[in-house]
């Protein structure tokens, strides 16, 4: 998926600890109540395409993407509950653009979207994001890198802030009629996933101590990013509304929750040693039992944070938006997090 620069990971794990430089980012899974609903919404707001589609069981997993690269897989979940925004899990998906044309022209189309709640806008020195929420309350993020000559460190850390982004003058500046018309044509991928977690501490000492990610940003206050090969994070954490949640139940795992898990591909396997192993330190790894998923550890559940699965290499709008785009009240568009 994303191409990762490869390079050594400095951090505060050992080498048999790090993480690959070659790791990225794949589909999240989604667990949701109105299968035809959310595979509707994601097709329109986010132009997704159906790419595989499976039964489990009474479960149906279909997933949706650009270019055949896989964004994110619905399960369908007949009577899940709302999620309690309190408890750990997913605080939003984040879908990553090669440039701001194609960013613009899927910001337009969310936009045009009556079901999609615009959350704000904010420029993060190393990207440029647009925050909305789906049908089904799970968040979203459509943003674009900044070149990595121009991002920032001091410190010992990368810069990274919350400014104001203007989405209309965004807009403006970037949409373009042939953007708008390739729709799913346009290059896309899974940049990075934030989570909601119950403790910073117990998300660093598993995601960074167990999995090797590396930290790029900890000064955030109650938050952490993290990353593999220099990337700004794939992963962020945060306790802004979870402070204190508990790790999640198995009950809640299996789909009480919306998100199911991330995927997160790691190098071919002649590569591949040192994430198995960094899956030993202090971590239970289940392993599946289903056919293509015996390869490798399914899952492991980190306290107060929902499931990661390591997964090895193989696996026109109908309507104008409402101008000028405007979040919620009493939230500034410049103050979405990364």
Do not use: C, K
């Not at 979207?113 to 993060?124: C, I, L, M, Y």
């Amino acid at each position: 998926m994303a191409g990762v620069s490869e390079r050594t990971i400095s951090s505060a794990t050992t080498d048999d600890r790090a993480i690959s430089a070659g790791t990225t980012m794949d589909a999240v899974t989604l667990r949701v109540g109105d299968l035809a609903l959310m595979t509707s919404y994601y097709a329109d707001a986010i132009a997704l395409v159906p790419i595989e589609e499976r039964s489990r069981g009474r479960e149906v997993h279909r997933v949706l993407g650009r270019g055949g690269i896989p964004m994110v897989r619905l399960v369908h979940t007949p009577d899940l509950p709302a999620g309690n925004p309190r408890e750990a899990g997913l605080f939003h998906t984040a879908f990553l653009f090669d440039d701001p044309a194609s960013l613009a022209a899927t910001v337009h189309r969310a936009a045009s979207d009556r079901r999609s709640r615009f959350v704000g806008s904010a420029d993060h020195l190393v990207s440029e994001a647009f925050y909305f929420t789906d049908p089904e309350g799970n968040g979203i993020e459509l943003y674009v890198d900044r070149p990595r000559d121009q991002w920032q460190r001091a410190g010992g850390e990368l810069q990274m802030a919350t400014l104001h982004l203007d989405p209309n003058a965004y807009l403006r500046a970037h949409l373009t009629q042939e953007a708008m018309d390739a729709g799913p044509g346009l290059a896309g991928r899974i940049g990075h996933v934030h989570l909601q977690v119950g403790d910073i501490a117990t998300a660093r000492d598993f995601y960074v101590d167990t999995l090797g990610f590396e930290v790029t940003v900890s000064s955030y206050p109650g938050a952490l990013f993290a990353a593999a090969g220099g990337y700004h994070h794939h992963l962020g954490m945060n306790t802004w509304n979870s402070r204190g949640a508990g790790p999640r139940a198995a009950r809640l795992a299996r789909g009480h929750r919306p998100v199911e898990h991330a995927r997160h591909p790691l190098p071919a396997r002649d590569e591949r040693g040192r994430a198995p192993r960094a899956l030993t330190h202090g971590a239970d790894p289940a392993w599946s039992t289903s056919g293509e998923e015996r390869r490798g550890p399914s899952h492991v559940s980190p306290a107060a944070g929902p499931r990661l699965r390591p997964a090895w290499p193989g696996i026109a709008t109908r309507s104008r938006p409402s101008w000028p785009l405007r979040p919620p009240r009493g939230r500034s568009p410049g103050r979405r997090p990364a």
